[in-house]
């Protein structure tokens, strides 16, 4: 019986990495389909527990605005980038 444990442990684990590392590619819609999905489909004699479905909700959000202030960033990189390119292009 242990065995049938280990494994399906190790089958879990496998499974919340690769859960993990694609999740970068959900974007909001189909995040709110899996979460209505998975509200609609759960066993209404277990139902989610608030918690989770609230941790669930507050992590996308939190990925989501670190997404922006990358997008951010990375355009301010670009501009200071050009300016610099520019003064360079100049002074020389």
């Known amino acids: 019986m242990s065995s049938i444990s280990s494994a399906t442990a190790s089958t879990t684990s496998t499974t919340s990495t690769t859960t993990s590392s694609s999740s970068s590619t959900v974007d909001t819609s189909q995040f709110l389909q899996l979460l209505v999905q998975e509200i609609q489909n759960q066993n209404p004699l277990n139902p989610t527990d608030t918690s989770d479905f609230l941790n669930q909700m507050m992590?996308?959000?939190?990925?989501?605005?670190?997404?922006?202030?990358?997008?951010?960033?990375?355009?301010?990189?670009?501009?200071?980038?050009?300016?610099?390119?520019g003064l360079t292009t100049a002074s020389a």
């Open 59 to 85: 992590s996308y959000a939190s990925y989501s605005q670190l997404s922006e202030m990358n997008t951010t960033l990375l355009s301010l990189q670009e501009a200071v980038d050009t300016i610099s390119s």
